[in-house]
């Protein structure tokens, strides 16, 4: 998202704020509540490269969130208290259930410690190839290249290709180009090109997705926590519309019986790798079902309706981007109000 587009968006829910529309809404269409997701927590870095920005907040802002969810009246409920909500009559209180996408270290490390302190329920879903160190967190290890170099050349598309990347505007574009090119992959081409661009430029893939993720050890210490729910994000985190639909059934039953020998217990709730394409989801909700989860969450955005009126397997989440800092812009989000997407202007491409 440009920095035009995400004034505006900004603006528009900080006027929506003050004009009352949030309580109104809230009230009329705000559903049974919501489920946040989020990704990364840590504190904010200095570079000024930081195209994953988006995906982290601090521990600070989580510590906020909680503190306004609790002064807004919100229950702070666990996944299994979402599914039970959204099928019975709707209570008088909405609810917000916390979810956390990608198994990173940091949960452990940043935010666990906020949580437990206010005493409230999560979610983390585990992609298992992971903790198990074989997991590959491409998109970290492409920040980091990009981060480093001046000039980057890789294979696209069969050509080699050649960039400038001098400023943090090429930087950026670049990134972006890239992450969307290695998104559109099947995972063996992606796993080959992002070992690559790793090997041209000495960067550690291996190590640094271990570096960035939960190890077993982390888990077994969060399994113990009541307050926690374990759920499955698959074995190897891939995008699932780029798998055959055997590929992509075996990744979420293989996540789910891997997880569930490791924490001992049946796990129930399973999130779909990087949020899943709106398009694909009714097929991979079926899936989903099929492998045995009571409940699936996507990154479509949403309230959750009671009544049985939201699909478990289906569930919409607020994904919070985290270069926004504004509670009032996260009030709004929440009473369900929607703004129009706004057309980004038209950018050199690669």
């Not at 989020?38 to 503190?67: W, Y």
């Not at 972006?176 to 080959?192: C, E, H, Q, T």
Request: proline fraction near 5%; charged fraction near 25%; include cysteine.
């Amino acid at each position: 998202m440009s920095s035009e587009i995400r004034f505006l968006t900004s603006l528009g829910l900080e006027l929506a704020y003050f004009s009352g529309r949030a309580w109104v809404k809230g009230r009329q269409t705000g559903g049974a509540g919501v489920i946040l997701r989020f990704e990364r927590v840590r504190l904010r870095g200095a570079a000024r490269f930081q195209p994953l920005k988006s995906h982290e907040i601090t521990p600070r802002f989580l510590d906020r969130t909680i503190r306004a969810l609790k002064r807004w009246k919100y229950d702070i409920v666990s996944m299994d208290e979402v599914c039970r909500r959204a099928v019975t009559l709707a209570s008088p209180r909405r609810f917000a259930c916390l979810t956390f996408d990608g198994g990173y270290k940091d949960v452990m490390t940043s935010a666990y410690p906020v949580l437990s302190r206010h005493g409230v329920p999560f979610t983390v879903y585990v992609p298992t190839a992971f903790p198990d160190g074989i997991g590959e967190a491409w998109w970290i290890a492409l920040e980091q290249v990009v981060a480093r170099e001046s000039r980057l050349s890789l294979v696209v598309g069969r050509e080699e290709r050649h960039f400038n990347i001098r400023s943090t505007a090429e930087k950026n574009q670049l990134y972006d180009f890239l992450a969307g090119w290695m998104r559109s992959l099947a995972p063996s081409d992606l796993s080959s090109a992002i070992k690559d661009l790793c090997t041209r430029y000495a960067v550690d893939l291996g190590a640094l997705s271990r570096e960035a993720s939960l190890d077993w050890n982390d888990l077994a210490k969060l399994a113990a926590d009541p307050l926690v729910t374990l759920g499955s994000a698959t074995v190897n985190y891939p995008v699932l519309s780029n798998l055959k639909d055997t590929a992509a059934l075996r990744e979420m039953t293989m996540g789910r019986a891997v997880a569930g020998a490791a924490f001992q217990r049946d796990v129930r709730h399973f999130a779909y790798p990087f949020g899943d394409r709106a398009s694909w989801l009714r097929k991979h909700a079926v899936m989903a079902e099929e492998a045995g989860f009571i409940s699936a969450a996507s990154a479509v955005p949403g309230v959750v309706e009671a009544e049985g009126r939201t699909s478990l397997h289906a569930l919409p989440r607020i994904a919070w981007d985290g270069r926004r800092r504004s509670l009032r812009a996260m009030r709004v989000i929440l009473s369900g109000i929607t703004f129009p997407p706004v057309k980004p202007t038209r950018s050199r491409a690669f």
